[in-house]
């Protein structure tokens, strides 16, 4: 018999055990990256302190590692605000849905990620557009 059902074995029920872990992850990795700012401010401040009066050698240094610090903290603030969001959709019941094609995420991306705000599917075609 044929039939026009389509079995989809993933996996996108989410119990409310689920959705407890997911938040006790989504504020284990806020603080982590709340932390993650606090030591690259610190490292910042050292080494501007450190390069006053400081010999040409070490500025010559000083600059990249500010450079790769910059980058760090920009990359903390994007995942902060990933997680503030996705926390917020938690409250408002939307968590665990595609932002794009509105499909439920399946749970083991979210385990993964559990910040995603796309499918695997419209993650991957965003990647391909860059």
Same mark, same amino acid.
């Given at each position: 018999?044929?039939?026009?059902?389509?079995?989809?074995?993933?996996?996108?029920?989410? @119990?409310?055990?689920?959705?407890?872990?997911?938040?006790?992850?989504?504020?284990?990795?806020?603080?982590?990256?709340?932390?993650?700012?606090r030591q690259l401010r610190q490292a910042q401040q050292l080494s501007a302190s450190a390069t006053?009066?400081?010999?040409?050698?070490?500025?010559? $240094? !000083?600059?990249?590692?500010?450079?790769?610090?910059?980058?760090?903290?920009? @990359?903390?603030?994007?995942?902060?605000?990933?997680?503030?969001?996705?926390?917020?959709?938690?409250?408002?019941?939307?968590?665990?849905?595609?932002?794009?094609?509105?499909?439920?995420?399946?749970? !083991?991306?979210?385990?993964?990620?559990?910040?995603?705000?796309?499918?695997? $599917?419209?993650?991957?075609?965003?990647?391909?557009?860059?």
């Open positions: 018999m044929v039939t026009d059902h389509i079995i989809d074995d993933r996996d996108t029920t989410l @119990s409310a055990d689920d959705l407890a872990a997911l938040r006790e992850n989504l504020y284990e990795q806020r603080a982590f990256r709340q932390e993650q700012l006053n009066g400081a010999d040409a050698p070490r500025d010559r $240094r !000083a600059a990249p590692q500010a450079e790769v610090r910059g980058k760090l903290a920009a @990359s903390a603030r994007m995942v902060l605000a990933d997680i503030g969001a996705a926390l917020a959709r938690m409250d408002r019941g939307g968590y665990g849905i595609c932002n794009v094609c509105r499909v439920p995420i399946d749970r !083991a991306r979210l385990t993964v990620v559990p910040h995603g705000r796309y499918c695997t $599917r419209c993650q991957q075609v965003r990647e391909a557009g860059r």
